[in-house]
């Protein structure tokens, strides 16, 4: 009897202490999926690589959280764009967090700016990286010397940097949940220390950087207005972004912006890393994570045609292919009774074509065609102001659809039932022809 309960003891005693030995992270184990933080990733502008840190970024996340992404790459590689999303002034309505990864230092025009502002102050988190710290230099203009609002965004007060070199970050706030978990010092090769002139009130500091001949805070949590604000000066160079380290660090500031992180530092339930194998459909580039506003002006989600096989054409109405709507109608009524829908995208790119406004737009097609499907307000194709979705549709690294950028009025875009782009087709290639139909009914199938 001894015997039994002595390998009974020697068991559990096993048991217990390959548990103390193996206990998982919980920040970096598969958790069952919460509904998805909405995350707006705004970059571009000078002096940084945004066209491959666009990428780095949502990838690292959402490898360490449950984020949903909708990237917007505009201004090109200037300091001084008006970017065309911050004209809408709902620009970042929808979205859970906007983290700003951008360069626009020398756009200086204060009511553009406080339209950037203002969504924030309102309550909409924000995610502050690298340059997007020395971004809009209102303060620059004669008449607003004293104007600090961006700075008050940060958090900072940062007008410069050091040189490029070895930098050292050390935490120095170790109980706060953001830092709780994250290595307590980690260096990079080679990157920027920025200059920090102020903290503001409202502000922590988490993380210092040490470049050998300087000491200034890198990171640091804010409120501002309504919002929570995590801001980092690191994130200079993609092989920083790329560090595990840096990635830790921007996941877990960007679930304390979204009140999505416990006090010990581990995501909420529902909040961390998602078992890829079962969400790959949901995780990965989908004309389904777009919305748009339709002819009328009202905000439409791409989700709504989850289930359907979509054309989408880019339109004009002074074309010589406009007389391809009479196709499209034909093919929209071929297809009435299927899970099929029509989206045009009316778009003055090509030659000038399309120059009117939404409502000629819709009463041309409506009185000239007969056109009865889904129309969007007028978008750009490409170019600096180019519609996100559109971003999509012709980046064969997100699609694995050859094509590039769109050639002219009339291409057009089939998307299977689950947002993935299945085909695109010339603008000569009529809509109702044996190819696009033969296609349309494949899809269908699936």
């Not at 309960?5 to 103390?20: D, G, K, R, W």
């Not at 700003?100 to 025009?109: I, Q, R, Y």
């Not at 503001?200 to 001949?213: A, F, P, Q, R, W």
């Not at 009328?296 to 054409?313: F, P, R, T, W």
Request: aromatic fraction near 10%.
């Amino acid at each position: 009897m001894k015997i039994y309960l002595l390998s009974a003891f020697t068991a559990l005693l096993s048991i217990f202490l390959v548990v103390q030995a193996e206990e998982p992270n919980p920040a970096k184990t598969p958790q069952k999926a919460a509904k998805a933080i909405k995350a707006l990733l705004i970059t571009g502008g000078c002096c940084h690589d945004y066209a491959n840190q666009k990428n780095i970024i949502p990838k690292g996340v959402s490898e360490r959280a449950n984020v949903e992404w909708t990237v917007v790459h505009q201004g090109g590689k200037t300091t001084d764009t008006k970017i065309p999303l911050h004209k809408n002034p709902d620009w970042a309505k929808g979205y859970d967090v906007v983290v700003h990864n951008e360069c626009f230092a020398f756009v200086t025009d204060k009511p553009f700016v406080e339209g950037i502002i203002k969504p924030h102050a309102e309550g909409v988190p924000a995610v502050m990286i690298h340059c997007a710290m020395h971004n809009y230099r209102v303060w620059k203009e004669k008449d607003h010397a004293d104007w600090d609002e961006w700075f008050k965004l940060t958090g900072a007060d940062t007008r410069g940097h050091g040189p490029k070199a070895p930098v050292t970050y050390k935490t120095v706030k170790q109980d706060h949940p953001v830092t709780i978990g994250l290595d307590a010092e980690w260096n990079t090769h080679k990157g920027e220390l920025y200059t920090i002139k102020k903290i503001y009130e409202n502000s922590t500091v988490l993380i210092e950087g040490d470049n050998g001949k300087a000491k200034h805070p890198v990171s640091w949590v804010n409120t501002f207005g309504k919002a929570r604000v995590f801001s980092t000066t690191i994130g200079h160079y993609n092989h920083t972004m790329e560090q595990p380290e840096f990635l830790d660090m921007l996941t877990s500031g960007l679930l304390w912006t979204c009140d999505k992180i416990n006090e010990d530092g581990t995501p909420k339930d529902g909040f961390g890393p998602v078992d890829t194998k079962k969400t790959s459909a949901t995780s990965e580039p989908s004309f389904h994570n777009f919305t748009v506003k339709t002819i009328d002006g009202k905000d439409k989600s791409l989700k709504d045609y989850e289930g359907k096989v979509v054309l989408a054409v880019n339109v004009a109405s002074r074309c010589g292919n406009t007389r391809q709507y009479k196709n499209l109608v034909a093919l929209d009524q071929q297809f009435a009774d299927k899970d099929f829908a029509i989206l045009a995208l009316p778009a003055n790119n090509y030659g000038g074509q399309e120059p009117g406004t939404e409502a000629e737009i819709k009463e041309f097609c409506s009185s000239k065609f007969g056109v009865s499907f889904d129309m969007t307000s007028k978008v750009s194709t490409k170019g600096d102001d180019q519609h996100p979705v559109f971003g999509y549709l012709t980046d064969e690294t997100k699609t694995g659809v050859k094509g590039g950028d769109i050639k002219w009025n009339f291409e057009k875009f089939l998307i299977g039932k689950d947002g993935k782009l299945i085909s695109r087709y010339s603008s000569r290639e009529a809509p109702d022809g044996t190819k696009v139909v033969s296609d349309i009914n494949k899809a269908l199938e699936k």
